[in-house]
């Protein structure tokens, strides 16, 4: 019984790793429409602006409260200058440009930082925390708290702000949003840069346990975006629930069904995506949209 | 062989000038090989010779990707420096560079093999087993060297079927091994559990580990689990292997944040074996500071290679000679991460020493030379370890030592314990 | 050789204002598939090894683009499993030239196999749409990878396959890349030119219905069902040829080849090369192959850094692919022509002239070049 307590406790703390791209994910959706595949090249990015602070002899929360503000810089400033050009043109289009971003950003990376493991310091003590015979590090409680009020904010955000009924409003149909008065270029650059700031926040959060390269939420992201399929894509504490559902679901399958294994637990999500897609087309916890012919 | 009528007509083709940046200057002469004995093979004239490598330099694999450059080229760049290398033939020759970024992609190494193959006299040094596999037969085929190379696929020491090839790290059983015998040797009965990586690495480590402790009665494996490459966490399986109650801990696990995130968590879980790491995967700045290795009560791994990063070996020379050279000439600014960088250095001497024994500028020539290396001590090298090239099934460097981390670097042992 | 094709019949246009209209001339219609068909039967024989090594894995990734097409690019189906037909292909292929199989049987299942893998696939994922689909099809690298390696009795595990098969005969006295090539271009042609008829007939047009709308398709009497899996099927069944093809020109795979990576780089040669285009497919497969190699020229250390900037370099000036260029260069001249003139139309603000061309760039894109 321990040994499955611990499995569950170790399968959310891998969760909140993929559940804090998959909240940066959503927010730009919510906000434009598109999935960024650059989403977590730029908070690898802002991770490694942190990094740089630090070393010039910056404390750490200082450095990340930097990166975070740098990071919306970048978020709006790619909106405007680059991601505009294709966010009325095929979506295809404008999913390819975000994957050419990631390459760049990769790529700047490592060019300026090498592909090196750079140890990132950590908000949060290495200590441990033991009840019922569960360990679990105060770093994994301190991420999946900051994951779960990055929730609750983005969810207030969505669901009781007048931006994000804007942001919402400009994602949905541009133009009308336009007629109605809305600053839809602003608006979209807000909401990039909002994205950008949550994805800052999430790679400064798992970058001591992954330590710090241009590929590092590389093998994050797809279990990201299985997440936000999963969850919803309109619905942030979706995505945190299945981020965390699909982190516990894999330990216990590659543990306890022995045909799957720890090769191919990696399939057990998936397989869990396209159950739920069959039944519920829009997630689990997402809005049904209706689309007019 | 029939004539053609290529080269010429060729530039005339439009199509051509689109491919143009990308192409070989135009013609084969350089094919096949010299069949009478003094024609030169290509890449190599009288002043100069040119080594070919294909590597990953971006993509998961960089890190140490860009080691296995940064080394040869910051050997040879000094050597330049001082005039060339001398060869066996009686010429000095510079030694000249090509390295291509293979992004650890199969079909991007035969692509680059395919494009240096007729412009360089030998590719060296690329890391990966896949990458290397990929264009190993075209080799053959084409009678190009590929040597030297850093993966311990046994496939590449296999003289009758790689004529052609010659791998430079231990294969990876030879580390597994290495290890094994030091724990059957141990007066104590010993749990071990076992965690490899699900490839050809992985396997490797573990069957070497099982040959060694075979018939040991002191030692039983008592759990087995795998991960793969891509995993961003091993967390579970740690919970697992922590409840075997082993205490040895035998990781063939070469992604550099899985194995500090390993050492930290089964702190965490409160399981203090005592650990084995792979060559690769054992850097005493990299890995065992940051993973908290201390808490352990022995981190045992083999190596060939002086470590730059350990006290022990500050002063040494041949380390200070290396850390300049791959500051001025392997365009590799911080200190080593990786110990890639550190063979790949040894890749550089060893070549050297084939290239002293050549008497003729040709492809055959320099395998015969680089096949009769003998207990060569490379520069860097641990005492106990030398380079030696002519035993078949056995790669340049199959002598090992067994380590352990005293805290800041590592001390060579004889016995578990 | 396919970007040079399409240049030449764009620069002798250029005298005549309007260039569509040349390409319409029925002495043009019957010349030019000759003039290409020469052209391709000479090139090998012309070109230097590496060059030809470099058409033929050209030709390989081009095959695979335009797989990738059918189901995506025609029919709409965001598709982020390509590469994994294609590692199928090489592993059937692979696998029955190690035993010594037939070689047309060997290729008959190459291309049997994976569209088997494929109609599976889609019976099921074709139920659902949008991100939905392009999340399944994610599993299929995904999962393909670990299969691969336990499956190891016939992948080789991790250490992956070589087989090096079609050996030159010696009657041809041809060179090994020649041949070799010849076998992917009149493979690979023949693969077009079906995919060619197919996207021109009816079926091309029910698989555009269901690209623009699902509901409008089945008011229509077009099951968008049945046509998204009959389109997921032959994607998959071409991405079966071009895995025969990689063997035969690359001769190794391994998990590694069909790593999930590749199925990005693979979706963005399609687009770069133009969604829904045959020659879009070319370029595609051209800049699949190309762009590493120029990026290797240039800094081998830099590649990422340098891919990336490519080809938003490439899609910020042509959003409809590079397939689109002639269009784009007709459209240019057009409109200086028409500035000079005494009634130049009225031109749209800038701002939304950007988002204007492309959008009209991609719809053209659909219809157009078909």
């Not at chain 3, 052209?39 to 095959?63: C, D, K, M, Q, S």
Request: charged content about 15%; aromatic content about 8%; some cysteine.
């Amino acid at each position: 019984m321990g040994t499955f307590i611990q499995l569950v406790v170790d399968g959310l703390s891998t969760g909140s790793v993929y559940a804090a791209i998959a909240l940066a994910i959503v927010l730009v959706h919510q906000a434009t429409g598109l999935i960024n595949f650059a989403q977590g090249g730029m908070a690898v990015l802002a991770a490694y602006f942190a990094w740089w602070l630090t070393n010039q002899g910056l404390p750490l929360i200082v450095a990340i409260l930097l990166s975070i503000v740098f990071s919306f810089a970048l978020g709006a400033v790619v909106e405007r200058w680059l991601m505009r050009r294709f966010e009325r043109g095929d979506p295809d289009t404008a999913v390819v440009a975000t994957i050419g971003l990631l390459t760049l950003i990769t790529g700047i990376a490592g060019w300026l930082w090498t592909y090196n493991n750079q140890q990132f310091p950590s908000l949060f003590p290495l200590d441990t925390v033991s009840f019922l015979g569960v360990s679990v590090s105060i770093r994994s409680i301190g991420t999946t708290a900051v994951i779960v009020v990055a929730m609750i904010l983005l969810q207030a955000l969505f669901v009781g702000t007048k931006l994000g009924l804007a942001l919402r409003a400009v994602a949905i149909n541009p133009q009308s949003a336009a007629f109605s008065g809305l600053p839809v270029g602003r608006l979209l650059m807000v909401g990039w840069g909002l994205a950008a700031v949550l994805g800052a926040v999430a790679g400064a959060l798992v970058a001591p346990q992954l330590t710090l390269t241009p590929g590092m939420l590389d093998n994050a992201l797809v279990y990201a975006l299985a997440a936000v399929i999963l969850g919803g894509l309109t619905s942030p504490v979706g995505v945190v629930v299945a981020a965390w559902i699909i982190g516990v679901l894999e330990n216990l399958a590659a543990v306890y069904v022995p045909f799957i294994g720890y090769d191919l637990k990696v399939a057990v999500p998936f397989i869990l995506l396209f159950v739920v897609l069959i039944v519920r087309p829009q997630g689990l916890f997402g809005r049904k949209t209706v689309v007019r012919v | 062989m029939n004539t053609h009528f290529r080269s010429r007509t060729a530039r005339g083709v439009a199509v051509v000038s689109a491919l143009a940046l990308t192409l070989t200057a135009c013609g084969r002469e350089g094919d096949g090989g010299g069949e009478g004995g003094a024609s030169a093979s290509p890449g190599i004239t009288d002043e100069s010779v040119t080594l070919g490598i294909t590597t990953p330099l971006s993509g998961a694999t960089a890190g140490p990707g860009t080691c296995t450059v940064a080394g040869v080229k910051a050997y040879f760049g000094a050597k330049n420096a001082e005039g060339g290398v001398e060869f066996g033939d009686g010429k000095t020759r510079t030694v000249d560079i090509r390295a291509l970024d293979d992004t650890y992609d199969p079909q991007q190494a035969k692509a680059n093999y395919d494009q240096l193959k007729n412009e360089v006299f030998a590719m060296t040094a690329g890391l990966g087993t896949p990458t290397n596999r990929a264009w190993r037969d075209a080799a053959i085929a084409d009678e190009v060297p590929q040597v030297l190379v850093m993966t311990g696929d046994p496939l590449f020491s296999d003289t009758d079927e790689s004529p052609w090839q010659l791998g430079f790290v231990p294969i990876y059983q030879n580390e597994g091994e290495a290890f094994g015998e030091l724990l059957a040797s141990s007066t104590e009965e010993h749990k071990v559990a076992i965690l490899s990586q699900n490839d050809d690495y992985g396997e490797g480590y573990v069957e070497g580990f099982k040959s060694a402790i075979e018939g040991a009665d002191n030692i039983e494996v008592v759990e087995e689990l795998t991960y793969e490459a891509t995993d961003t966490s091993v967390d579970a399986q740690l919970t697992e292997l922590a409840n075997s109650g082993a205490d040895v801990f035998f990781n063939a696990m070469s992604v550099t944040p899985l194995m500090i995130s390993a050492l930290q968590k089964a702190q965490q879980l409160n399981w203090k074996p005592s650990w084995f790491l792979p060559s690769n995967t054992s850097s005493p700045g990299a890995i065992l500071e940051p993973g908290g290795a201390a808490a352990y009560p022995g981190i045992y791994s083999v190596s060939f290679a002086k470590a730059p990063a350990s006290p022990a070996f500050a002063q040494d020379e041949d380390v200070q000679a290396y850390l300049a050279a791959l500051k001025e000439h392997g365009d590799y600014q911080d200190p080593p991460a990786f110990p890639h960088c550190q063979w790949s250095w040894m890749v550089g001497a060893t070549l050297e020493q084939a290239f002293a024994e050549m008497t003729e500028p040709t492809r055959e020539n320099f395998m015969e030379a680089l096949r009769g290396i003998e207990g060569f001590q490379a520069p860097l090298m641990l005492e106990g370890t030398s380079v030696t090239t002519s035993e078949d099934g056995q790669p340049a460097v199959s002598t090992l030592n067994v380590q352990k981390f005293n805290g800041k670097g590592y001390d060579t042992v004889e016995s578990f314990g | 050789m396919a970007s040079a094709s399409s240049l030449s019949t764009s620069s002798p246009s250029t005298p005549s204002p309007a260039g569509q209209s040349f390409r319409q001339r029925p002495w043009v219609r019957m010349a030019f598939p000759l003039v290409v068909a020469v052209v391709l039967a000479v090139l090998p024989l012309v070109l230097p090894e590496f060059a030809n090594e470099t058409v033929a894995r050209i030709g390989v990734f081009a095959v695979a683009v335009l797989g990738l097409n059918v189901v995506m690019g025609y029919t709409g189906q965001v598709s982020l499993g390509q590469i994994f037909f294609l590692g199928v292909g090489a592993y059937v292929t692979a696998y029955g030239v190690q035993n010594d199989w037939n070689i047309v049987l060997v290729f008959v299942l190459a291309c049997l196999i994976p569209a088997v893998a494929g109609l599976i696939v889609a019976l099921a994922a074709a139920r659902l749409g949008g991100l939905a689909i392009a999340m399944v099809t994610v599993a299929l690298p995904i999962v393909g990878v670990p299969l691969a390696k336990r499956l190891s009795e016939f992948t080789g595990g991790s250490q992956g396959l070589s087989a090096r098969f079609a050996e030159t005969p010696e009657w041809t006295g041809l060179y090994d890349d020649q041949w070799q090539l010849y076998l992917v271009l009149v493979i690979g042609g023949v693969v077009f030119l079906l995919t060619r008829y197919l996207v021109r007939g009816k079926y091309g047009r029910a698989f555009a219905i269901v690209k623009g709308n699902e509901n409008v398709a089945s008011s229509m009497g077009i099951s968008p069902y049945r046509y998204k899996v009959l389109a997921f099927t032959i994607a998959s069944l071409i991405g079966g040829v071009s895995g025969f093809l990689y063997m035969l020109v690359i001769q190794y795979t391994s998990p590694e080849t069909m790593s999930f990576g590749h199925s990005i780089e693979l979706l963005a040669a399609m687009v770069i090369g133009g969604a829904g285009s045959i020659v879009g497919s070319i370029l595609g497969g051209a800049w699949y192959v190309l762009v590493p190699q120029l990026t290797n020229a240039v800094d081998a250390s830099l590649t990422a850094l340098l891919q990336g900037a490519v080809l938003l370099i490439v899609l910020f000036v042509l959003p409809g692919g590079l397939a689109s260029l002639p269009r784009v260069l007709a459209r240019g001249r057009r409109r200086s022509g028409a500035d000079r003139g005494p009634g130049a139309p009225p031109t749209t603000p800038s701002s939304t002239a950007g988002s204007g061309t492309a959008a009209e760039g991609s719809e053209r894109e659909r219809q157009g070049l078909a």
